[in-house]
Every structure is written in structure tokens, then in C-alpha cells.
């Protein structure tokens, strides 16, 4: 057998994809890259009632933006399908285990009714009440099993756990984990529908797709010592196991879709780049050596090393995210970063303004694309009101009376230019500034509030100029003057 890497991303198609789910597969791709191995999707759809139609599109577009190019799939065979497991059902892979396990008296059938079931002792796991099996059927002869199979009775296949001895298995963050049998419920493994469940499936795909490392949330860790009886049963080797810590939000709370950042999809609506959200998601309980935190997936690839993944709970910090896509943002080609930013400008200016320049003023200082119409929202339109205390400014040495000064002066210079070029406009207030022996500050800070009701613009004076032209700058000059003469 070839020891070549060969990781798994195994999403059950169930709804959007999350966060932690993103995270599992980004690691799966970058343990399978940084090795030169596999990086295998399969599709666990054999839970037929929490399945969502449209989910299994939704996985292949975001592994697609996420740019997580898989190398076997349900679309691109390997040798190793089907990679869905509705499908390996339908070739009896699972039942074919299942009585392996039974000959080897790791497994028997098990005929309990619903009411039998009910009057089981129940035991409270993890806030579920769940029934422990008491091992009933094990009892049943031969004969009586082979009878009730011939007569169509309804069984599912239950994993024999011996009352005695305990189970190890490994995890690469966790060490260690060893759980006493007689604590471990007999699983069901076949469901009396014939389905296999998740627990079951998952270990006989692993191993029979030659998966060599798993990477999953640490909501399966206390699963994973059956998962190893299992293993052992068989006399398989079990691939290695990494159990993620659990994402919280900023309260600590789990994250959730209430946090409105629960899932990849929710992000990129919200205007998040894919490249940043994959960058960032990848420092979700992983870290470098050098504390470094701008990487490319290229980067991540080579960097990436599962041992360094920490085990307490990685916090999703959204101003963080929000930080590490402006810098992903101000990186961006400019005509890229047009093309995207287009829609959102055109939700703030529907005037037939410059919106190539507009766009070039908002690259460096906006972190997601929804900042863009509240920050240019005044181009197209002053406010309706802003607060004249605005024109008083501590550094500029400025107050109302001097603005409405320096407004009042610049009025005609402004009126007299012909040409609304930010350089010429630039030369005729200096030379203003300059003859009065003024600061540039003093000059330019009352000009930029009457053309924005702004204390904070994307722009200069006059660049505001240059972009609204000449009729709207003095319009927006003379109603200032006006609202300070007051
Ligand atoms: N189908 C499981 C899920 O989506 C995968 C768990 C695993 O990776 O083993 O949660």
C-alpha cells in the first residue's frame, strides 16, 4: 500500500456551508498539498431526512471560490468511488461489512420494536436522551435470528461492545483518549432501512477509500473511541486523527447563524473577498511560527503544518475579518477592485459622476465593499442637515467665523476658474492661501465640510471639486455661506 497522503472533506449536504465546515476542508486541502497527496471529496448524504436539496451545489461552489480544488470527487473519479454514499449503498459495500463485524461476532442483528426500545434505561449524552441497548438480541440463537430474517421481521445491525476492557485512540491534539467499553453504547450501525449511519459509513469509507488523515470538528472526538472499536474489530489501521476546537463568537458563545457570519455564503454577501475569508478562517486555531498573518492559499500551502494547531477555542473576531479584508482589498488591481466596487457605488450615485476616480478614492480605506455607499453618499447629494460646530477645528485653528471667511473669499476665485482639475483648483487655493500668508489646513478644512457636511471624505477639497464640477461646488459654497452668516 502506497503511504501517499490522502485527506478527505466529507460534508453532508445539509444547508449552507459554515465556518467550521470551511475550516475542516481548508485543512484537509492544505495537509493534502503541503505533501503532494489527495485532497478527496466525498458526499455523506445517507442521513436522508436532514437532507436539502440545492446543498450539494452549495458545497461544490464555495470549495470552487474558496479556491479548495479537489483531486477526487463524485466528479472526477480516482479509482475510489463512488464518492457518494447513496451510491456505495447501492453496491452493498456497507452490508458487506456489516456481516464481516457479525461473523466475527463484533456485530449482531437486532429485531427490538419501538415500544421494546422505549422502556429502556435512557441516559442523558451531551444534553440528547438517548436509550442504552441492553444488549437483547445478542441473545438470540442462531435459529431465532435466521428465522426472523426469513419471516421479513424489521432489524437494524447493532456494533457488539464487550462489557469489558476500554478503548485508546489517538487524536494529533487531544493525545491520547482512552474510554472503559462498558461505557460505549452498542451503535446502531445499520439502520432498518438498510441506510448505513454516519458512524458506521464513515470508518468503512476511510478505510476503504485509503483516507490517511481526518480532520473534523471536536464534536466527533467523544464519538471516535467507537469509531476506533470499529477499527479494531476489523483489524484496520486508523487514519490520523485531528479534532478541531469549536469556533466561538466574540461572547464565547458558539457560533451561530444568529451571528449573521455563520456561513462562507453569508459572508461573501456580506461583501467579504473569498481569498481574505479563506486567509482568515485558515488562522482559526492555526498559527505560524512567526505570528505572521497575511498569507496566500500558494503560502498557506507551504506553511500550513497540522502540529501547530492549537486546542482551545478559536474566537471569530469580525473586526478582524473586517481588518484582513481591507488589506486584501488594497491589494487588489485597481480595475478589479472597480469592477466589484461598481454596484455599491452605484447605490449611493446615480448622477453621471466619475466613478473610475471615486472608486480609485475608496480602495485604501475601506475594509468591505458595503462601507463604499455611506462613505461617497455625499458626491451625489450634501446631507440634509450636518452640524456647523464641524467648521470648528482645534489643529486647523479654524472656527465659524474664519471659515465663513475663507468661504467667502474663495467664492469668486472659484467662480472665475474655468477648469475643474484637482492640480488647477489646487494652485488657485494656494496661491490664496499663500498672498494671505494662511496654513493650507485653514483653508481647505472649511472648504471640504461645505462640500460634504462631512468631517471625515475619501477626498481633498479639490478632488470633491473635481468630481461634482463646478455648478454643484458653487451651489454647495454659497449654501454654506448662507447656513454660517446665520
Ligand atoms: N458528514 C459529516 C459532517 O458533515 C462529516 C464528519 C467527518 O468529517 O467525519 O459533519
Known sequence: MSTK????YAPS???????????????????ARHEDGVFMLRIEDTDQERFVEGATEIIYRTLEQAGLVHDE???????????VQSERMKTGIYMKYAKELIDRGEAYYCFCDKERLASLKT??????EISIYDKHCLGLSKEEVEANLAAGKPYVIRQNIPNEGSTTFHDELYGDITVENADMDDMILIKSDGYPTYNFANVVDDHTMNVTHVVRGNEYLSSSPKYQRLYDAFGWESPTYVHLPLITDENHKKLSKRSGHSSFEDLIEQGFLAEAVVNYIALLGWSPEDNRETFSLDELIREFD?????????????????????????????????????????????????KKAIAAMVQTRIEVFPDIPGMIDFFEEMPEEYDTEMYVHKKMKTDKASSLKVLQDALPLLEDADDYSNDTLYGVLSSYVEKDGLKTGFVMWPLRCALSGKAVTPAGATQIMEIIGKDETIKRIKEAIKLLSE
Open 5 to 8: 497522503i490522502r485527506t478527505r
Open 73 to 83: 470527487g463524485p466528479d472526477k473519479d480516482g479509482g475510489y468511488g463512488p464518492y
Open 13 to 31: 449536504p445539509t444547508g449552507k456551508m459554515h465556518v467550521g465546515n470551511l475550516r475542516s476542508a481548508l485543512y484537509e486541502f492544505l495537509i
Open 123 to 128: 441516559e442523558v449524552v451531551e444534553g440528547k
Open 306 to 354: 497540522y502540529h501547530r494547531i492549537s486546542k482551545s477555542p478559536a474566537v471569530f473576531d469580525v473586526g478582524k475579518l473586517k481588518w484582513m479584508n481591507g488589506e486584501y482589498v488594497k491589494a487588489m488591481d485597481p480595475d478589479a477592485f472597480y469592477e466589484k466596487a461598481l454596484p455599491y457605488i452605484d447605490q449611493a450615485i446615480s448622477k453621471p459622476l466619475d
